[in-house]
Structure formats: C-alpha cells, structure tokens
Nanobody
Framework: QVQLVESGGGSVQAGGSLRLSCAASGYTYSPYSMAWFRQPPGKEREGVAA???????TYADSVKGRFTISQDNARNTLYLHMDSLKPEDTAMYYC???????????????????WGQGTQVTVSS
C-alpha cells in the first residue's frame, strides 16, 4: 500500500505563487511514476504534471511554463511549484502514484492506483 498526503494549498491572488507538497510512504519501488491532477468544481479530473523514475517529466499545455514538478533528494516528497497563478487554476489538487507506466500515459488518470485526499487551491482576480 502507498500512502500519499498533500499539503500547501491555499488562497492567493492572480499572479501569485504556491508550492504543493506530496509526502509518499509505504511500499514504493522503481520504476514508478508520480503526478499531480486537479479537479475544478463541476469538471473532470485532469492531469497537470507528471514525473517518472526514468527522468521524464510532462505538463499539461495549460500550465506549461508556469508550473514545475520536482522531487526532494530522498524521493520521499513530490512538489508542484506554481507561478503566475490564474483564476482558472482554481481546483482541488491531487497527488497520484503508479508502479511504472508508459511515458505517453503519464497524465492519464486511469493509470494511477494510489491517490491522496487533495488540497484546495483558490486563485482570485
């Protein structure tokens, strides 16, 4: 079992920044993939950014150039650095983990078996 706990959400004004964290524990091993998804109210959950143990990163077009996914040195925590936030970034953000998937599917939510409970991000104009 893999446990994921998100933190770092909050309310900011447009143009501001936030850093989300996802602490992973349990039975984790390489190869693996970790990702951030988000779900605005009334909409489908969508992939935001993903990272795998082979060094691949990928981003949704809507956040490219503004968000950065990274890990700490111990590979225990996943981060999402969010800059130049927009009101349309408002959503519940979820961390997800998978035991190795194809690069082309890194932002496909069906590939992820383990999920955190989410952290709310609200961006006001």
């Amino acid at each position: 079992q893999v446990q994921l706990v998100e933190s770092g959400g909050g309310s900011v004004q447009a143009g501001g920044s936030l850093r989300l964290s996802c602490a992973a524990s349990g039975y984790t091993y390489s190869p693996y993939s970790m990702a951030w998804f988000r779900q605005p109210p009334g909409k489908e959950r969508e992939g935001v950014a993903a990272f795998d143990s082979g060094g691949t990163t990928t981003y949704a077009d809507s956040v490219k150039g503004r968000f950065t996914i990274s890990q700490d040195n111990a590979r225990n925590t996943l981060y999402l650095h969010m800059d130049s936030l927009k009101p349309e970034d408002t959503a519940m953000y979820y961390c997800a983990y998978a035991h190795g998937i194809l690069n082309s599917w890194l932002l496909n939510r069906a590939m992820y078996a383990y999920w955190g409970q989410g952290t709310q991000v609200t961006v006001s104009s």
